[in-house]
């Protein structure tokens, strides 16, 4: 199966800067990825996702891009604020199988 | 459109007990998925029911187990509880067929806890 691998698991950032997660997949096949937020006590939120014949996708702060050849994929938030403090996670589809997820990062931003 | 819900949010259950847990996918998502989530190993994949039937099946012991009705709720059964099956058990629902883009949502999920 796949095997998605996330860095790092915690992650602290002044408010204003950018902060960057990274994942790696190890299945060349799958073609779907999407990116969670989950803040204290509740479910993870879908913030963002992109699908393989894509490199790149934005959505205001915040950014996916996608290196197929690689095998990885990034999560770029800019101009950080207390609020993206959470847990974020990515996760890797192939072809309506299950998502494989990766171990999660703690974002902290300090005000 | 209403999100995905689960009942209940909490439970207290004892070593040996067991339990039913609730999903309510979001109107018109035809697959539900369920997760274990616990700090130590983060999301863990138990089973996807689409249409009624078991799709996708995780890496967990026959104690877990569950079915989807006809309306797409979805019900996970834990039998003969441990302690280490404490955790927050998550929902997500997805849209139908078997697309590969199919974007998931998550409930906010039912904490169990096993003493």
């Known amino acids: 199966g796949e095997n998605v691998e996330q860095h790092p698991s915690t992650l602290s950032v002044q408010e204003g800067d950018s902060a960057v997660i990274k994942c790696t997949y190890s299945?060349?096949?799958?073609?779907?990825f999407p990116w969670y937020k989950q803040e204290l006590g509740k479910g993870p939120q879908l913030i963002i996702d992109?699908?393989?014949?894509?490199g790149e996708k934005k959505d205001q702060r915040i950014a996916v891009t996608l290196n197929k050849t690689a095998k990885h994929f990034s999560l770029h938030i800019t101009e950080t604020q207390p609020e993206d403090s959470a847990v974020y996670f990515c996760?890797?589809?192939?072809?309506?199988?299950?998502?494989?997820f990766g171990t999660g990062t703690s974002l902290t931003v300090i005000p | 459109k209403a999100g995905v819900t689960q009942t209940p949010r909490y439970l207290i259950k004892t070593r040996g007990q067991q339990v039913t847990l609730s999903c309510s996918p979001i109107?018109?998502?035809?697959?539900v998925s369920w997760y274990q989530q616990t700090p130590g190993q983060g999301l863990q994949f138990l089973f996807e029911?689409?249409?009624?039937?078991?799709?996708n099946k995780g890496n967990f012991p026959g104690r877990f187990s569950g079915r989807q009705f006809s309306n797409s709720r979805s019900e996970m059964n834990v039998s003969t509880l441990e302690l280490g099956d404490s955790a927050l058990y998550l929902c997500?629902?997805?849209?139908?067929?078997?697309?590969?883009?199919?974007?998931?949502?998550f409930g906010p999920g039912t904490r169990l806890t096993v003493l």
């Open positions: 997500a629902s997805s849209g139908s067929g078997r697309g590969a883009y199919n974007e998931q949502f």
């Open positions: 109107s018109g998502h035809r697959s």
């Open positions: 992109i699908r393989s014949n894509v």
């Open positions: 299945d060349s096949a799958s073609n779907y």
């Open positions: 029911y689409f249409s009624e039937t078991q799709r």
């Open positions: 996760a890797a589809r192939l072809n309506g199988n299950q998502f494989y």
